[in-house]
């Protein structure tokens, strides 16, 4: 089963979609804890909160895509040239400053909000920094993350760049403008990544050049670039109409093709010979050091990839014995591959239908809310919804997901459910993909993060992936709790979805830090799990293309179920659950580092 991949706001969320190299931004407390902390604030945080608001500011005016995602519209027809030498070092100068000017004001005194902002301000901005001796400029394409992909997602009107009014046609003209210098500086950093040895591998290339092929075409109607002109409102003058489209026509083609031509025949005639064979960072220059720092970004942890990949090993060791509790209990005869394979293909567990795939997650939503009470004190006041998955994305998009609501309340948090080939959507799958992307999981961390006040907008906007896909898995966790998995299938389809991101830690590290190919990690999710080899190979290489990031959903869960067991055991008959998963959630995302102090801190509390 797929899941959504979510990943995190970035300093630059600019040069993330390109690089996926800069570091994430966290998120802010929900309004229930904002009120204490603004009565209890000390004139140094009034201070630091302006300080805050100014940097959001012009970290918006840095970054206009980045405010384009966020919905601020001011700078919508901007777009730097974020793959440049120039750029990065105004974005250096940009963080070095703020670090500076926020760590001489000083943590001394901060409570509560304030001392998590401070803390998560100065380590993400130290963490910024640090990145930088890494190159990941130098090799800005693959199949993953290439920003002509992102290019079209904006300016096709299916992504964050708005196409209601004129001014947002003539906003994405200006924009769409700036394209073709980008492009060109991307195949001007791959060849200086040729020249230092920083290359992709060959098979993640191998994959971008259909994807160029299918954007390019030779009329404009032809592109997805033109959707927006098909779809001009109806209360456009016929002027505007015929200027827009005359306009549009000349850039798609006189422009915009043009530099995906160029684009795709740089790597189908030029970089695919410079491409390497290994599937690892190993084999880059100080290869060990920059996957060890992308391990520690992404789990936000100290951890070194040896420690992760021996977590892995003893974890799919674990859960294998627990799936093998579920053979002994059905009575299943035959290897776990044999099971894998009879859960897969039994027609017991497929949906008759649609309506009774919908139907079900939706008697979920009633059986779990009968006792979320007993779990949570602390619970989003945005409604939610179970809708089916559009049919126009249905093929392409994972089993499940969830939308978070609208800040203005007119949208509900969405938790999709995909009906597309009904066969591959399993019963047993049902009750821990509802845990994970609905309630409690990503509706009640993501909702909650929504419900907020007077916090500075650097924590209100980001996001953390060990802390949001951890929560998601640790919501998994609560099934027996919240009535469900009481039929040993159903708990087989948690065992199975927590085994794979197991897994993950295991063949991220043994890819990067550990010299296995690409075959050795396909050959090991086969041995090891249900999924299919068309399933691996995908997975696979996007472990390849975003070294360390699937690392963060395993590591997440496991110290949010470490923090609950230390809580257990020094707190006893004080300990409650639901303030517990109060006190881990109320914050918003934050780092692990940061989440286990603030644990620590509300287990003193509660012990005296």
């Known amino acids: 089963m797929t899941r959504c991949l979510r990943t995190p706001l970035r300093l630059s969320l600019a040069i993330a979609i390109a690089l996926a190299a800069t570091v994430a931004l966290p998120v802010a407390a929900t309004d229930q804890a904002a009120p204490r902390a603004q009565a209890t604030q000390s004139a140094k945080a009034v201070r630091l909160n302006a300080l805050y608001e100014q940097y959001w500011e012009e970290q918006l005016k840095l970054n ?43 943590a001394d005194g901060l409570q509560d909000q304030d001392l998590l902002s401070y803390e998560i301000f100065v380590r993400d901005a130290r963490l910024s920094l640090e990145s930088e001796q890494f190159p990941a400029w130098q090799q800005p394409i693959n199949q993953f993350y290439n920003f002509a992909a992102t290019a079209v997602q904006l300016g096709s009107g299916t992504g964050a760049q708005p196409f209601k009014t004129v001014a947002d046609y003539d906003n994405w003209r200006k924009r769409a403008a700036k394209l073709p210098t980008i492009f060109d500086q991307a195949i001007a950093n791959s060849r200086e990544g040729v020249k230092h040895g920083v290359v992709q591998p060959k098979p993640l290339m191998l994959k971008v050049i259909p994807q160029l ?65 290994s599937a690892g960072m190993a084999a880059l220059p100080n290869g060990a050091a920059w996957y060890a720092f992308n391990a520690r970004n992404s789990t936000s942890t100290d951890m070194s990839p040896a420690q992760i990949h021996q977590i892995g090993l003893d974890e799919v060791a674990r859960i294998h014995g627990e799936i093998r509790k579920v053979m002994a209990q059905v009575k299943f005869t035959g290897s776990l591959q044999d099971f894998f394979k009879f859960m897969q293909n039994d027609p017991r567990f497929s949906f008759k239908d649609e309506p009774a795939l919908l139907a079900y997650y939706r008697g979920l939503e009633d059986k779990i809310n009968q006792r979320i009470p007993e779990q949570f004190s602390l619970i989003p ?53 509802y845990l994970h992307e609905a309630i409690p999981g990503h509706h009640f961390q993501l909702a909650l993060q929504q419900e907020l006040t007077g916090l500075p907008k650097f924590r209100r906007f980001g996001s953390e992936t060990a802390f949001s896909e951890g929560w998601g898995l640790y919501a998994e966790s ?31 590290t043994g890819l990067h830090s550990k010299g296995w190919s690409r075959e050795q990690v396909i050959a090991y999710m086969l041995d090891n799990s ?79």
């Open 381 to 433: 006041k945005a409604p939610f919804e179970i809708r089916p998955v559009e049919a126009f994305r249905a093929q392409s998009a994972a089993g499940g997901s969830y939308m978070r609501p609208s800040e203005d309340g007119t949208r509900p948090g969405i938790f999709y459910v995909n009906t597309y080939d009904l066969p591959t959507r399993k019963t047993w799958d049902a009750e821990d993909l």
């Open 478 to 508: 609560l099934g027996k709790d919240l009535g469900v998995y009481t039929d040993p299938y159903n708990y087989f389809g948690y065992l199975q979805n927590e085994l794979w991101r197991a897994i993950r830690l295991v063949v991220d």
């Open 213 to 277: 092929d299918a954007l390019i075409k030779d009329k404009a109607e032809d592109t997805l670039f033109w959707k927006p002109v098909s779809n001009l409102p109806a209360n456009f003058s016929a002027a505007d109409k015929q200027r827009i489209s005359a306009d549009y026509k000349a850039m798609i083609e006189g422009e915009l093709m043009p530099a995906y031509r160029k684009l795709r025949g740089f790597v189908a005639d030029e970089y695919m010979a410079s491409t390497r064979d």
């Open 64 to 106: 206009p895509l980045q405010a384009t995602f966020q919905g601020d519209n001011r700078y919508n027809d901007q777009l730097p040239n974020f793959l440049s030498a120039d750029y990065r070092k105004q974005n250096h100068d940009f963080t070095q400053r703020w670090l500076k000017t926020v760590e001489a004001v000083g």
């Open 530 to 608: 249900a999924e299919s080899e068309t399933q691996s190979t995908a997975e696979a290489e996007r472990y390849m293309a975003i070294p360390g990031q699937a690392l963060a959903y395993k590591i997440g869960e496991l110290k949010i179920q470490e923090l609950r067991a230390k809580a257990e055991k020094e707190l006893g008959p004080k300990f409650d659950v639901r303030e517990f998963h109060a006190e881990v959630l109320k914050d918003g995302s934050v780092p692990l580092e940061i989440l286990e102090g603030k644990i620590d801190r509300w287990i003193t509390s509660k012990k005296g």
